[in-house]
């Protein structure tokens, strides 16, 4: 029995793992393959490393608080190497007005969680800590119909929140537009706490209770995101190494996937034909929809709605001794309003220890998403000038980086917009007509790593109880 899987991004890459296990512990005779476009594994993942410095060229750390990414580390024997981001760095400002504000101590997300800290925050006017402490007597929303992340915090928090906050440290999240994002497929907690307690600010601080949010933390949560002191690639690395048996065709872009008398037969770029039993698509959706197109136009026409938008990230070294130095925290985000290029930065080198040697700090930028769609034409000289023009605005760095280098990611980041859910449910529907083909990925649920883990592992256990019944 063959199973063939699209994609050697960590979704399938999980796949791929949970499958050689369910093999194992069945005593089944399973033949694993990977057909992989690019000449390396890991999709978002990678991390380049040499003369001391640790550098993440796409994602750069995943969350605990959701549990499928701690499990698989841990069933690889990786946990004990988990490092976590440093304590007493743990802060995030925000670019308003041409200044770097502090969030107030406590602050979740959206709504804040220390009444006390945020009345003596000076980042929000009064008029504006007023409007969102009146959320504690807002009427929850009767209307069950989808809401915009948009419509949600202004109905609940007002304008100023969703400019300095939401737009940024949420919108940026998904590099999406607030006033498209499904609230309900994005933060499902806010709209929960929202009818459950009657107030977002209620629910922060009697479901998690001031105790359970760190007294300093703010913002993104960094305090419960992780790496490896060798970076991210550990995971993906670690997952190949254990399955000495998988077969993973590098530099292989599939064209095309078709039902076949015993499975489904796929066509590769240079026209080669392959069968195999069961198939699990783990790129991303518009690209499964390219696949099916011929096989179920239905499918497809599904898959290719959900729509992305594409990314850059900038990682520039810099020679301490000719930049004053970053303020201490993890990174910045940047609102719309401020009309940056850059949407928001973090200082990997305060965020976790050993990512550059003493003399040196790494700042990682984030470029375009939902409102810089046109960054993605510009030339690398270009970036570059854009970035150090933000730097020198946000920090006064005037010295040229030490090294810098820009990677490019198009289409790389689901939106999950208004009806993302209803769509969802129909392509989970329209797909079950195939037992023997699973979808995973950042498309399906969840955008950050340990979601796309957990599809990868539901795409495992799919297929393997269809194949094996
Ligand atoms: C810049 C950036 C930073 C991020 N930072 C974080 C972070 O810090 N923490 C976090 O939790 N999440 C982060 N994310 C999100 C997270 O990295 C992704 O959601 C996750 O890695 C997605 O994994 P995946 O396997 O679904 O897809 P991908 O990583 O996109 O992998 C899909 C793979 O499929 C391959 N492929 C595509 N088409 C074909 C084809 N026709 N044939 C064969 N192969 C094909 C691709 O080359 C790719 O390797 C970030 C995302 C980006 C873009």
Redesign the pocket.
């Known amino acids: 029995m063959k199973i063939t899987i699209?994609?050697?991004?960590?979704?399938?890459l999980t796949a791929a793992y949970y499958l050689n296990c369910l093999n194992k512990e069945n005593n089944t005779d399973i033949e694993l393959e990977i057909?992989?476009?690019?000449s390396r594994a890991?999709?978002?993942?990678s991390t380049k490393t040499g003369k001391g410095f640790v550098i993440e060229e796409?994602?750069?750390?995943?969350?605990t608080s959701k549990p499928w990414a701690v499990e698989l580390c841990r069933k690889l024997g990786i946990e004990n190497k988990l490092i976590s981001t440093n304590d007493s760095n743990r802060k995030t400002y925000i670019s308003f007005d041409g200044k770097l504000n502090e969030l107030p101590e406590g602050f979740f997300l959206m709504a804040p969680s220390n009444i006390e800290a945020f009345k003596k925050s000076l980042f929000f006017t009064d008029e504006g800590k007023k409007r969102i402490l009146e959320e504690q007597s807002l009427e929850p929303r009767s209307d069950e119909e989808d809401e915009s992340l948009e419509s949600f915090v202004l109905r609940r928090f007002g304008t100023e929140l969703l400019e300095k906050v939401a737009q940024p440290l949420i919108g940026g999240i998904y590099t999406g537009d607030p006033s498209k994002l499904s609230i309900k497929s994005i933060l499902p907690e806010f709209v929960a706490m929202e009818q459950q307690y009657g107030s977002v600010i209620k629910g922060i601080s009697e479901k998690y209770g001031l105790s359970k949010i760190s007294k300093t933390e703010s913002g993104a949560r960094y305090g419960m995101f992780v790496s490896f002191s060798n970076g991210l690639s550990e995971l993906t690395s670690a997952i190949i190494e254990s399955i000495p048996d998988l077969k993973i065709h590098y530099n292989?872009?599939?064209e095309e996937v078709a039902k076949s008398e015993n499975g489904w037969q796929l066509r590769t770029e240079c026209g080669d034909k392959i069968e195999t039993d069961a198939l699990i698509l783990?790129?991303?959706s518009y690209?499964s929809s390219k696949?099916l197109i011929n096989t179920d136009n239905t499918l497809a026409s599904l898959l290719n709605e959900i729509k992305y938008e594409s990314?850059i990230?900038v990682n520039l070294v810099f020679e301490k001794k000719n930049c004053p130095s970053f303020p201490e925290g993890f990174g910045v985000v940047i609102p719309k309003t401020e009309n940056m290029n850059v949407i928001a930065c973090s200082f990997s080198s305060h965020k976790f220890s050993n990512r550059a040697p003493d003399n040196y700090e790494i700042v990682r930028c984030?470029l375009g998403g939902a409102f810089h769609k046109n960054i993605m034409e510009f030339s690398n000289s270009q970036i570059l000038n854009l970035v150090l023009k933000d730097l020198d605005t946000l920090f006064n760095i005037k010295s040229e980086p030490y090294s810098f280098d820009i990677y490019r990611?198009p289409d790389?980041?689901p939106q999950y917009n208004l009806g993302y859910s209803e769509l969802l449910a129909k392509i989970k529907a329209e797909i079950k007509k195939y037992p023997l083909l699973a979808l995973s990925?950042?498309a399906y649920g969840g955008?950050?790593?340990?979601d796309?883990i957990k599809s990868g592992k539901d795409a495992a256990h799919y297929i393997f109880q269809n194949l094996t019944n």
């Open positions: 699209i994609g050697a991004g960590i979704s399938g057909f992989e476009k690019s890991g999709g978002n993942i796409g994602a750069d750390s995943f969350i292989s872009a599939i783990a790129g991303p690209i696949l990314s990230v984030f990611y790389s980041m990925g950042n955008v950050g790593i340990p796309s």
